[in-house]
């Protein structure tokens, strides 16, 4: 029934996001007068830093400084927390890196079921991690889809999609964020459309499915033996998490972070070993081709450019890194 004026209610929604990914499309719904969003569910708190105190995740802030109610239930499968959002009557759940599975009592709660915003162009790169590995697999675009939710693991029918080129100087922060903006943009777009019944799902293609596995901080650790095009790639994917990385020779072994570099047609040398190194240039044999190496951080130090960081720590080419 319309509110007094004919003007329509608005739809209410409840939030479910974790990272930093899910915090433009939280903005975007509260600032929306068409939707109502009657409560955010987060991970819980987890201890983090060197004294590992507890930090609550990027959604929390958001949704208190926007002054919404937080949910943190260590699983969102409690029996009490899904009969407390089933008082809440939703239109619908939107959902967007929450990091955990939702049960099929949740999916079938809100009227319109649950939306999700998913970093890539489904079904290609379902899984936790479809922006690092877009990025290190060297695709040439990727994109956000819209999905309704169904009890696989992002397999259900396609609301919208929206696409965006993969830049040669993109990093994971910068397509992660690029991204993050489509997601909440298609979703307000969408969203109205979708609630009144005027959106026709689309199934997923059977053909195209891969699988993007959560990144690790073993990830980050370079080998050596691959083409220096996949590890430059990797620099970028993985930046700024966990951070691609290998170690100092021998005499050292501390870690040696890479923010920076650059894949060059370069042959000679074993893989890992260094073939120049002066205030010109850090470059490291690859399986193919050589890396320049030009942002580093030794392990306890802070970022410097290539040469900067071998005024302080003189390697000498035939050292080997790894």
């Not at 970093?119 to 899984?127: A, D, E, I, T, V």
Request: glycine share 10%; aromatic share 6%.
């Amino acid at each position: 029934m319309a509110e007094s004026g004919g003007k329509p209610p608005a739809s209410k929604v409840v939030f479910f996001g974790t990272a930093d990914f899910a915090c433009p499309a939280l903005v975007a719904l509260e600032a929306e007068p068409a939707f109502e969003v009657v409560g955010v569910v987060t991970q819980p708190d987890r201890p983090r830093g060197r004294e590992l105190k507890l930090q609550p995740p990027p959604v929390k802030e958001t949704a208190l400084h926007l002054g919404l109610p937080v949910w943190q239930p260590a699983r969102c499968r409690e029996p009490d927390f899904i009969a407390r959002l089933a008082g809440l009557q939703a239109d619908v759940f939107v959902v967007a890196a929450y990091g955990q599975i939702l049960p099929p009592a949740l999916l079938d709660l809100p009227r319109c079921g649950c939306v999700n915003i998913h970093g890539s162009l489904l079904p290609k790169y379902r899984g936790a991690a479809p922006i690092q590995w877009a990025l290190a697999d060297g695709e040439a675009g990727t994109g956000v889809t819209l999905m309704r939710m169904d009890a696989g693991l992002d397999t259900g029918p396609m609301l919208a999609a929206e696409t965006t080129p993969i830049w040669p100087e993109d990093d994971g922060q910068s397509l992660h964020d690029r991204l993050a903006t489509l997601g909440a943009d298609l979703l307000l777009r969408t969203l109205p459309d979708y609630l009144e019944g005027r959106v026709t799902l689309r199934p997923q293609p059977e053909t195209g499915a891969s699988y993007a596995r959560k990144i690790t901080k073993a990830d980050g650790l370079l080998d050596w033996s691959l083409d220096a095009e996949v590890l430059a790639r990797r620099v970028r994917a993985f930046n700024p998490w966990p951070g691609a990385y290998t170690r100092l020779p021998v005499q050292d072994r501390r870690l040696l972070k890479i923010w920076a570099g650059e894949a060059l047609r370069r042959e000679g040398g074993a893989p890992g070993q260094v073939l120049r190194a002066d205030h010109e240039s850090l470059l490291v044999a690859c399986g193919r081709g050589a890396l320049q190496l030009l942002i580093v951080q030794r392990e306890g130090g802070r970022r410097l450019t290539a040469g900067e960081f071998l005024t302080g720590c003189p390697l000498e080419p035939g050292a080997l890194l790894g």
